[in-house]
């Protein structure tokens, strides 16, 4: 399997010494990452001490890996997923499948929560994790405000295993996790800065909003944040562009609907919009003068100088080899 250079966050073998020395983790939790060696990373915290912890995953796997035997007894977890597929649930009970840009929540009773992840992916992925006496602990007071689920996980009567659906991330919660590795502050002062984004994250994830969206209006956000990710993902990589199918999994959607919200909220299909896009960064390159033709072709993903020549005349206005002469030339989107 191919793997595309990633822009996610990495960690210096020197910076992770120091988290590990600023947050020993639990033992148990310790022996189950073992196998992964560095790939398991706690940022915050303690489950078993102080009832919270964030910790940082990073890692390749050959085979399938256990992710269940991580999950510590009598907790509530949230997983934030950048990259690579897991599984919480199933043999019998209710599973949610974590896909790229996915997150979700999972509690633990006393008895195990199966999960595992997928053999051959890279695995990203920050994890939130509390004990379920911290929370009741914390939250007695505004138990009436929670999520009426996570209410229930909480005060319920039966500890008992649930496993939420998993959604896709909004742009908040992905800018919270890529800033998770890199504090922007002292080392004296990073223990107070994750507690306020452990916080953060669970005003995010904890509690019914106050003026709750209408379900059309949440729709449209929502249609609007996948479109925005399915743009990013496109100029990540013109030459090597994934296919609406892997664009729907990393959104969280059917290609259908995908397609459907993307040509809405843009006026455009989406390869009518790659094509735009790689004829925008085909014109970039020709004004450099450092790339001819042909180059400026490869470099956006066209094999067939001929196809190439007659999208940028379409989009463009001119053709590729007088465009770098012809002046006051704009791009008709």
């Not at 959604?167 to 507690?195: D, F, I």
Request: hydrophobic share 35%; with cysteine; net charge positive.
């Amino acid at each position: 399997m191919r793997y595309r250079k990633s822009n996610l966050p990495c960690i210096s073998p020197t910076r992770t010494r120091n988290l590990r020395e600023m947050n020993p983790g639990c033992a148990a939790e310790k022996a189950a990452w073992r196998e992964l060696k560095d790939g398991w990373r706690p940022l915050y915290g303690d489950v078993d001490k102080i009832g919270v912890a964030i910790e940082w995953h990073d890692f390749r796997i050959e085979r399938s890996f256990n992710w269940g035997r991580t999950f510590h007894p009598n907790s509530l977890e949230f997983c934030l997923n950048l990259n690579g597929h897991g599984a919480v649930g199933g043999a019998g009970g209710t599973r949610s499948d974590y896909l790229p840009g996915n997150c979700g929540y999972y509690a633990v009773a006393d008895g195990p929560l199966p999960a595992s992840r997928r053999a051959h992916d890279h695995h990203q992925f920050v994890t939130l994790e509390f004990s379920r006496e911290h929370l009741r602990n914390q939250l007695a007071q505004n138990e009436a405000d929670l999520e009426p689920e996570i209410r229930r996980i909480l005060f319920g009567k039966k500890e008992e295993n649930v496993v939420a659906p998993a959604r896709p991330m909004t742009m908040q919660q992905r800018s919270v996790v890529g800033s998770l590795t890199e504090p922007p502050v002292a080392k004296a002062a990073q223990m107070l800065w994750y507690q306020g984004k452990a916080l953060e994250l669970m005003a995010q994830f904890f509690f019914a909003p106050k003026d709750p969206e209408f379900f059309c209006m949440r729709q449209k956000r929502l249609a609007r944040e996948r479109v925005d990710r399915v743009k990013e993902i496109l100029t990540r990589d013109l030459a090597n562009p994934p296919t609406l199918e892997m664009l729907g999994q990393e959104v969280g959607c059917s290609p259908f609907y995908l397609s459907r919200i993307f040509s809405r909220e843009v006026g455009h299909t989406i390869p009518q919009y790659l094509r735009n896009v790689r004829m925008e960064r085909a014109a970039e390159l020709l004004r450099t003068g450092r790339y001819n033709v042909t180059e400026a072709a490869t470099e956006v993903g066209y094999s067939s100088l001929s196809h190439f020549s007659k999208a940028f005349c379409e989009t463009i206005g001119c053709c590729p080899v007088l465009y770098p002469v012809a002046k006051n030339v704009l791009l008709d989107r």
